[in-house]
């Protein structure tokens, strides 16, 4: 169902839910300076969810500022000329709100959740901080050694750090996304207070972002405040996404063998080249995520009751698929060993089961079990906002409304076949990378 809504003489804006409105309904509209808004109505609370996600992450960093869209996420903290440094914080948390931010290689995300009487204060902030940060000389530079730090506590410091930065580059040679989302130390030491500015206005405007919020709110009582905090902020021509590609390395696989001091376990991973959403084969992205299921999702998963159940050779065992990014990932598999049992029996017995899945394929009840459970998964996601506001965080990952809502009809609709030729096509090739990890005797 399509409605028009026509706020002021500025804005025109097209709101319609999906075809496919089964499971979060959304409401979704457009200023006329590009900025997207998501809601996904939520009764069950008086609390909102707020997710403005800029369509900027550090796959698009300047190639010897690797992190810089982080670094930037850090001092978008640090105030306008309307609010101080440090007052911004403090005005959500005297509301009895939490916020948060992240940076991925594609998008990075600013998070609140508050009681839906304060959406209106959020929501000028936000769009005050969207055009009117303040670039202060001495707060960069202290921000700069706060991100410093940062990097040496989560990998510097950390005894899988080297080994996490060492397989990011083996499977991206060229690409960003080899490089972590923090950057190395050289990158952090070039960081500008010019170059985050300049950064801030290449990439932070309306036309560049998604505005999603779920809640206790609805679309007629949002789109006025919306419309009155973002509406007067123009759009800019944004910059093309230019990003490194990889060669082609087929018939090669890169091995790494990591030993700390640090580390008590003995961890394999084995990881493979993998298509997405956007690639030559699109068709096999659907029965991938059925098959991460299916062979390490969960407790019911074939790995899981091979290796953890029935042998007792492993503590865990898991398949991961990268499924939300701009460009292809990798499908992961790992295993942790039992500390009753060797290595080799470890690394014997998964790539046995590999082997048989290429070559048996997986069976009908699999796929069912697998399906349902994904399906459950997301049953569970609509009951709080957390879970609507993941869902359509992909639509900064060129997917539609639509291909959101429709995720439990594609699910439904992969086969035995499907995933069947998905596993020949991506598990039946070579290797990518292959890892594994020990203690140091």
């Not at 457009?30 to 939520?42: A, F, M, Q």
């Not at 990003?243 to 990881?271: A, E, T």
């Not at 997405?276 to 019911?300: C, D, F, K, M, T």
Request: one cysteine or more; proline letters at 5%; glycine letters at 6%.
């Amino acid at each position: 169902m399509i409605k028009l809504y026509t706020i002021g003489l500025s804005v025109m804006l097209a709101l319609s839910t999906s075809a496919h409105s089964e499971i979060f309904k959304p409401k979704t509209a457009k200023l006329d300076n590009g900025l997207e808004i998501v809601l996904i109505e939520n009764h069950l609370a008086p609390v909102v969810s707020i997710a403005l996600t800029y369509k900027i992450g550090t796959a698009d960093d300047p190639s010897d500022m690797i992190g810089l869209s982080h670094f930037l996420e850090h001092l978008m903290f640090k105030g306008t000329k309307k609010v101080p440094a440090g007052e911004f914080k403090e005005r959500i948390i005297s509301k009895g709100g939490m916020i948060n931010a992240y940076t991925t290689p594609d998008v990075t995300v600013y998070t609140c959740d508050i009681a839906v009487e304060h959406l209106d204060m959020v929501l000028e902030i936000e769009a005050d901080r969207m055009s009117n940060i303040v670039f202060d000389e001495k707060e960069t530079q202290a921000e700069q050694k706060v991100v410093m730090e940062e990097r040496r506590m989560r990998l510097d410091n950390n005894p899988l750090g080297a080994a996490y930065e060492t397989i990011l580059r083996a499977l991206f040679k060229y690409h960003p996304y080899g490089i972590p989302t923090i950057g190395y130390p050289q990158h952090i030491a070039a960081y500008t207070n010019e170059a985050a500015k300049d950064h801030y206005n290449k990439w932070y405007t309306p036309n560049n972002a998604v505005l999603i919020i779920s809640g206790d709110i609805t679309i007629d009582k949002l789109l006025p405040m919306v419309k009155k905090h973002f509406g007067g902020t123009p759009a800019r021509p944004l910059p093309a996404h230019m990003r490194l590609k990889d060669p082609v390395d087929k018939g090669v696989v890169q091995k790494i063998f990591i030993k700390s001091p640090r580390i008590s376990f003995v961890n394999f991973d084995w990881y493979y080249r993998a298509p997405n959403h956007q690639s030559e084969q699109r068709s096999h992205y659907y029965p991938l995520i059925v098959l991460s299921q299916i062979l390490g999702g969960n407790a019911n998963s074939r790995l899981y009751k091979e290796l953890v159940d029935k042998k007792g050779i492993a503590l865990e065992a898991n398949a991961h698929y990268e499924d939300e990014s701009i460009d292809p990932k990798h499908f992961e598999i790992t295993a942790t060993l039992h500390p009753a049992h060797k290595p080799e029996e470890l690394k014997a017995a998964v790539e046995e089961q590999l082997k048989l899945l290429v070559d048996k394929g997986v069976t009908e009840l699999e796929l069912k079990t697998a399906q349902r459970d994904l399906l459950a998964g997301l049953a569970f996601a609509r009951d709080g906002n957390s879970g609507a506001i993941n869902a359509f965080k992909r639509l900064a990952f060129g997917f539609s409304v639509n291909e959101v809502e429709s995720y439990p009809d594609k699910i439904r609709a992969v086969t035995v076949e499907q995933v069947d030729a998905a596993i020949k096509d991506i598990l039946g090739t070579e290797l990518a990378v292959y890892s594994e990890v020990h203690p140091a005797r």
